[in-house]
């Protein structure tokens, strides 16, 4: 069911092998007690961008099987005196890591490092392109929720131009027969938006996209992203594209509010809305380590060292 020594991108993976990880992670979900699957086996956490639920998680779910799990901070690391980031790797390879978990700005940075790696390449999220193990854990806590993911109706809100987090959940959620309707100012949708699948559909209105919607996902604002005026105002962002209470009683009276976090309160959310009963935000948190556990596990055991 799982053969790939990578995990680059939602794109490309079949029904199979999602259904696979997916159950996986569904028995590691809870406290789960630490295995030996991993013992012997060293991930390293490589971060160029900024973490804080995506590092953590990768790191306890390497702890939780049995892993070293080894943090390197660019900051702190020769990078900051011209090492490139494939002499990096190969200092690091040279140290015999199994599995390089990589967040980088530049999108294609995992399949870069994919031509040139010995060790397993897991994407923590690549620019603007893909954020996997985000949809993953996104579509676990909504399988949880309502038991299918088939037929339903998941609005994804925003700032979809920057989002690696909505296209890896528009693939995805495509994939497994979801329909994913799209909104945000005129700015922030691409181009090819509904090229991503055939079940995406683009919507001008929040009120428009949470319309009867199953899950309403909201997106933070990528301001570090921009390279130019995309927005009047912030307070302009919320009154036109902020999930309010008003605005939610749109959606299905049991309808789960998502967000990938970062939050900015607020901003796309109110704290009403973040922190309400209809909220499954710390549960998307939970499923993110049980999906790395798997993910972590399923590429080791494609390349042989688990
Ligand atoms: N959702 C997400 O990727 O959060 P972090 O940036 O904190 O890892």
Not at 80 to 103: P, Q, S, W
Not at 149 to 156: F, P, Q, R, S
Not at 189 to 196: E, K, Q, S, V
Not at 215 to 228: A, H, I, K, P, S
Request: aromatic share 4%; charged share 20%.
């Amino acid at each position: 069911m799982w053969s790939r020594p990578h995990l680059l991108g939602i794109d490309g993976l079949v029904p199979d092998e999602v259904t696979f990880l997916l159950d996986r992670a569904e028995a590691y979900l809870g406290r789960a007690p630490k295995t030996d699957t991993l013992r012997g086996h060293v991930v390293v956490n490589l971060f160029f961008e900024s973490s804080t639920r995506t590092r953590t998680s990768f790191e306890i779910a390497g702890k939780k099987l049995g892993a070293d799990v080894i943090n390197v901070s660019p900051s702190t690391s020769s990078l900051t005196k011209g090492e490139t980031l494939l002499d990096t790797i190969r200092n690091v390879e040279a140290m015999h890591a199994d599995t390089l978990v990589l967040r980088h700005g530049a999108s294609g940075a995992a399949q870069f490092l994919v031509k040139h790696a010995k060790s397993s390449i897991v994407n923590a999220g690549d620019g603007t392109h893909e954020h996997p193990t985000q949809a993953l854990l996104d579509v676990l806590t909504i399988r949880r929720h309502r038991k299918t993911i088939k037929g339903l109706t998941v609005a994804i809100c925003g700032d979809i131009l920057h989002s690696r987090v909505a296209r890896s959940n528009a693939l995805l959620l495509g994939l497994l027969e979801a329909r994913v309707r799209l909104t945000g100012p005129r700015t922030m949708i691409p181009m090819n938006a509904d090229a991503l699948g055939p079940t995406v559909t683009i919507h001008q209105t929040l009120d428009e996209a949470v319309e009867g919607a199953d899950v309403v996902m909201m997106l933070r604002v990528q301001n570090e992203r921009f390279t130019g005026a995309m927005l009047p105002t912030t307070r302009e962002y919320n009154l036109t594209f902020g999930l309010t209470r008003a605005v939610l009683l749109r959606a299905k009276p049991d309808a789960l509010v998502m967000h990938p976090g970062p939050i900015n309160r607020g901003v796309e959310i109110t704290s009403g809305v973040a922190d309400g009963p209809q909220s499954v935000i710390l549960d998307q948190v939970e499923a993110g380590v049980a999906v790395r556990m798997a993910v972590l596990e399923a590429v080791a055991r494609a390349r042989g060292t688990a």
